[in-house]
Structures are given as C-alpha cells and as structure tokens.
C-alpha cells in the first residue's frame, strides 16, 4: 500500500498526453512536411506571421497543439474558443473585443477547436472579422473542410493537413513518455519494445489515444520496489478498449466505401476483405455495404460474369435474413467473388452513353414500325406498319430500325474481352455484319 501511495505522489493527476503536450516546435512529434527546417509553417510561426488557416488532420496528430505553440510564439493576443461549447452571443462577444483591440493596435489570434460543428450561421459570424483583420483566425477539424467549412471562410484560409504519425514517430513519443520528467522519467517502468510497438500499432497515428494507451497500462502495472511492470495480459486488455476510428456520416465513410470498391475493381481480395471488416467493425449497416456491392456488380463486371449480380443480391438477402455477426461471412463470400471476377464496365459506359442522349434528345418519335397499335385509329396511323418479327425469321435477325431517326447510328454499347463478354463481343459483331450486309 505504502509503494502505491508512492506512486500516486509522483504522478500527477493530469492526463499523460496533457503533461506531455509541446511546448516548442522543437519537441512536436511527426508533422515534418510542415514542421521540418525551411517548410513554410515552421517559417510562419518562428517569424510571427500567422494569417488565418485550417488544420486539417485525424484525431490525436496535433492540431490543438500546433494551436498551442502558436500561442507560445505570436505576439498576438491568443483566444480559444470550442465550437462544442459556444454560440453565436459568444462569437459577438470575442469579435467586440477584438475590434477594439485591433483599433489600439493588437492582433487577435483566434483558435477554433473543432470548427465543423459550427453551422453555416455561426461560421458566417467570423467572416466580417477576418476580411477586416480583426482576427487571424486558426481552426481545427478532423473533417474535410471543403465540406464542412464555408467556402467564402475557407477561401480566406490557408488549409494544412496535418497526417498520423508513422509507427516509428509514435515510438519516439511513447520512449519520451518514460523518460520525461512529466512523464514517468522519475518512476521505473519495465516494458518492452515488442509492447510498445504493439501500443504504437493499436494507436493508429493517433498520439493522444498511444499515450492514454501507455497511461493505462502503466497505472494497471504490477508494482514492486523495483519498478512497475507492464504485463501481457494487462497490456492485452488495454489494447481491446478502443473504438476504431469511424464515422458512418463522416469523411471516413466515403473513404472505406471507396476504398472496397477500387479494392475489388483491382482484383485484390486482401485488400477488399480488410476494408469491408474495417467498415463491420466501426458499425456500418450491412445492407448499405451489400447495396454497394450490388451496384458494383453490373458497373464493374457486367456481362463479363452476370452470375455476379445475382450473387451480389442473394448477399443482400443473406444480411437480411443472418443480421450481424452472422452475414459478416456471406460479406465476405461475395467481396472475394467480385474481386476475382473478370471484369467489364461496358454495361456502365453504356448506361453513361444511353443517359446522356436521353437527356440530349428527351422526346424523339419512337419509329412508326415497332409502336403497338391496340386501336384502329392507331393502324390508320400506321402505327405498327413494317414491324418484323425476328422469330418468323431463319436466323432469327431482321433489319428493321429500332432507335430514333436522329439516333441512327449510335452505338451505346461496346463489348470487351473480358470474361464471357468475349462471347458476347463476338455474338454482337456477328449481328452487326448481317444487318449490314443486308442493308448495303
């Protein structure tokens, strides 16, 4: 009892990744593309010339940090200010003070966290202030801010995206961690490389989530007069504590659905398999993923393998009838399927083709000859007159025109090699030279 009250003295009662937070540039972890000698952020923030700007990146890579340092090095009066928790009074409130002091001569650097959970009404409000320089105004979001974000507020700000760390950047934050005096520097802490890189992998890029991670694993530690000791079992149930970075209506949604669906169109199962079970295990509806497939089928494979598309439906009844976990294998049987399938998007083309002439000649008279004509006055019209009845034929092909006048012509669709379109290729080109030696 005694070595744990110990312990508890000498750490204090702040989060890690709080007691570790940057001061300098010097100790800002990853973001070298920005960061590293001569790159233009560094050059901005060491030469105090900040003008209004965007950080753009996942959770955990920095951005509030940057914030920070900002703050540390700008002659500017420095204001934070949480779109979580402010309004539109508290916007009006701020930009007063800040009118008066740019009047007296003082910048004011405004520091927005999370500036995509303001609306367009409250985004709208930092416009005027921008444009007239009361504020520099610095904001932070983990979406896409050519989504989120105003495109009149966005025009006036320069965007940085800011990347997860790389496997060895967070190696480099946890070992600071246990050498840091803020950190667990004045307490032994016994683990291993192999643990550490597994917190590193686990964390995803994401600093603050690999520093919470260590913390819990250090606190949970076996505790002797030599040292704490992380185990592996400890470090095990640490590990399966965290929610997988995903957001069904946010910017990663759109990214893991892309990406399936280009895994598939490059025949690569591995990759397909691994996107599908990120999307599962962050809590995407199954019926939305096997609509996709669907879709997926006729665009990318086509006639090249039709049984594709049956299959691809038989997986969205499977999700309906199994539910999750169950459907997550029947998923998984038809992401393959598709992946190895031969493939063709000439049915796409065609679709793409047929649209735009419909759009482009919306009413041309359907030919008189293969118009039904259910009423006399229809046959006086000559509704029907010339129509030809393939199957009355020996090679069960006529020449009778189908498309429109203005569309004689126009070809939609255009076989590939691919798979049993081959055949269809070949089938086709035969069709299309008996019309026209018999139209010559």
Known sequence: MDQMNLFEERVSLAPLASRLRPQRLEDIVGQQHLLGPGKILRRLIENDQISSMIFWGPPGVGKTTLARVIANHTKAEFVDFSAVTSGIKEIKEVMARADVSRRMGRRTLLFVDEIHRFNKAQQDAFLPFVEKGSIILVGATTENPSFEINSALLSRCRVFVLQALSEDEMMQ???????????????????????????????????????????????????????????DEVLHQ???????????????????????????????????????????????????????????????????????????????????????????????????????????????????????????????????????????????????????????????????????????????????????????????????????????
Not at 182 to 199: F, K, M, N, T, W
Not at 202 to 231: P, Q
Not at 325 to 336: A, G, K, Q, S
Not at 396 to 422: D, N, R
């Open 173 to 231: 934050l946890l070992v600071r961690a246990l050498r840091h005096s803020q950190g667990y520097g004045d307490q032994p802490v016994a683990i291993s490389e192999e643990q550490l890189r597994a917190i590193a992998r686990f964390a995803g890029g994401d600093a603050r989530m690999a520093l919470s991670t260590l913390e819990m694993a250090v606190l949970n530690g076996e505790i002797s007069r030599e040292a704490i000791t992380v185990t």
């Open 238 to 440: 640490c590990l399966n504590q965290r929610s997988l970075l995903y957001d069904k209506n946010g910017e990663e949604h759109y990214n893991l659905i892309s990406a399936l669906h280009k895994s598939m169109r490059n025949s690569d199962p591995d990759a397909a398999v691994y996107y599908l079970h990120r999307m599962l295990q962050g809590g995407e509806e199954p019926l939305y993923i096997a609509r996709r497939l669907i879709r997926f089928a006729s665009e990318d494979i086509g006639m090249a393998d039709s049984q594709a598309l049956p299959l691809a439906v038989a997986a969205y009844q499977a999700c309906h009838f199994n539910g999750m976990p169950e459907c997550d294998v029947n998923l998984t049987h038809v992401v393959i399927y598709l992946s190895m399938a031969p493939k063709s998007n000439a049915a796409y083309v065609a679709c793409l083709k047929g649209k735009d002439d419909a759009k482009a000649y919306p009413a041309e008279p359907v030919p008189l000859q293969i118009r039904n004509a259910p009423t006399q006055l229809m046959k006086e019209l000559h509704y029907g007159e010339g129509y030809q009845y393939a199957h009355d034929a020996e090679e069960k092909l006529t020449v009778m025109p189908c498309l429109p006048e203005a569309l004689q012509g126009h070809c939609y669709y255009q076989p590939t090699q691919s798979g049993k379109e081959k055949e269809v290729s070949e089938r086709l080109e035969q069709i299309r030279r008996w019309k026209q030696s018999r139209t010559e």
